[in-house]
């Protein structure tokens, strides 16, 4: 089994910057493909960007190119997202998952965290 726990969001003023992390236990070595996602309140989860363990490509939404970056700490089992230039629009609840898959597209995540509520407000 594999579990997967977030950290790190919180409230942030418009502008500012966040690093999500999550942290992968248990049966972790399978995990090839990270992916992050997002629900804003009253709308479908999205999908934000995908990262490769192996040979850390990643690869990301149009609507988050150029404010968020995904990288990975393979020693640690975590993998970050790095928030910048946040805006009100940002504000959902973010998500880790993973899959055994080596493909960065949105679908067929096994695994899944908790979720962790990022706010952008002022």
Known sequence: QV???ESGGGL???GG?????????G?????NTMGW???AP?????????IRRDIGEAKYADSVKGRFTIFRD????????QINSLIPEDTAVYYCASKQSYDLGRVDYDYWGQGIQ???SS
């Open 3 to 5: 579990q997967l726990v």
């Open 12 to 14: 942030v003023q418009p």
């Open 17 to 25: 910057s966040l690093r999500l992390s999550c942290t992968a236990s």
């Open 27 to 31: 049966r972790a070595n399978n995990l």
């Open 37 to 39: 996602f997002r629900q």
């Open 42 to 50: 009253g709308k479908e989860r999205e999908f934000v960007g995908a």
């Open 74 to 81: 393979n020693a640690k089992n975590t993998v970050y997202l």
């Open 118 to 120: 990022v706010t952008v």
